[in-house]
């Protein structure tokens, strides 16, 4: 291993959507936007700082941090070099949005590490350090954001244990979020979900996941639309969001293939195959929040191939 203590670099972030509305915990695909900025320089201190974050007041105690905890796990794996990290977030991706804040942050954070380790990990290894992170985060080991925010495109986690994910390749599709300035915590959204469905809901949904990947494989854009309904997850949690049905139904007016909640919430995404019918969506969506005095931003983005992105190096 080439050490070469003191050498910062900067790193991009992006964020994620998980889920995919009928793929709970299994399909999740990178964004262009919105994307966190995080400075990372290797130490030889032995342990990890974190600099106070001055927005959102994240834990700067590396063992409580999404960020903190995977780098400690390097560290204790590669002990004998005495390795160290120093950490800076700045933080675009809102905690609690259901855009992979806290993947955001994990993965940003190990794919920086491995970079200034002269890249000794494979992806698979990185996932399963930032999956660390997310049990900071959940109190469970969840990669459907962690492994497309690593891999770039659309990922499918077929296991976690063992870990098998599988790249999918991405159609060119639009991608229009709406996160309405709640915040619905994973770990509560988690906490609601039954812990017991029937067997004819669970082939419905079942059927859904083979066409969504199905439809993905042979860029079939009218079964991704047809695949995207959600008989589990999404009449539970739609609760905590506010006119969810609503933004749903005028999206798909608007020209939707289809959507759902983004993670766990609150954000909501749609799918469409047209730049402009992505930003009718926005409208919508807009307007929508805008009748209730609700503030939201909007993304219109599109699938980020590429992942989490080195950016600059001194």
Same mark, same amino acid.
């Given at each position: ?93 809102? #905690? ?7 993947? $955001?942050?994990? %993965? !940003? &954070?190990?794919? *920086?590490?491995?970079?200034?380790? =002269? ?122 969001? #506010? ?7 005028? $999206?798909?007016? %608007? !020209? &939707?293939?289809? *959507?759902?909640?983004?993670?766990? =919430? ?49």
């Amino acid at each position: 291993m080439s050490l070469k203590f003191g050498h910062k670099i900067e790193i991009h972030a992006p964020g994620t959507v998980a889920n995919l509305v009928c793929g709970f915990d299994i399909l999740g695909f990178c964004l262009h936007e919105p994307c966190d900025i995080m400075e990372l320089t290797l130490t030889d201190s032995g342990t990890v700082v974190i600099e106070p974050d001055p927005v959102y007041h994240l834990p700067t105690k590396p063992e409580d941090n999404v960020a903190g905890m995977p780098l400690l796990a390097i560290i204790e794996d590669h002990k004998e070099h005495k390795i160290g990290f120093h950490l800076k977030i700045t933080k675009n991706i809102k #905690p609690g949005s259901g855009i992979g804040s806290s993947a $955001a942050s994990a %993965a !940003g &954070a190990v794919v *920086g590490a491995n970079h200034l380790l =002269g890249h000794i990990f494979s992806k698979e290894e990185l996932v399963q350090y930032a999956m660390l992170g997310e049990k900071v985060a959940t109190g469970v080991k969840h990669a459907d954001n962690i492994a497309p925010c690593i891999y770039g495109g659309i990922t499918l986690i077929r296991s976690i244990a063992p870990l098998d994910i599988i790249p999918l390749a991405s159609p060119e599709l639009y991608v229009t979020i709406v996160h309405p300035q709640i915040e619905v915590k994973t770990s509560d959204a988690r906490a609601i979900l039954k812990k017991q469905i029937e067997l004819k809901t669970a082939i419905k949904q079942w059927g859904n996941i083979a066409g969504l990947v199905a439809g993905i494989l042979q860029k079939d854009y009218q079964l991704i639309g047809r695949s995207l309904e959600d008989y589990i997850i999404e009449p539970v949690r739609s609760i905590l969001i #506010p006119k969810f049905d609503e933004v749903k139904a005028k $999206a798909k007016i %608007a !020209g &939707a293939l289809g *959507g759902g909640i983004s993670g766990s =919430g609150p954000s909501i995404f749609m799918l469409s195959d047209h730049l402009e019918t992505a930003k009718k969506i926005e409208l919508s969506m807009q307007e929508i929040y805008d009748e209730i005095n609700l503030s939201r931003h909007t993304y219109v983005t599109t699938i980020n191939n590429e992942g989490v992105k080195i950016i600059s190096s001194e």
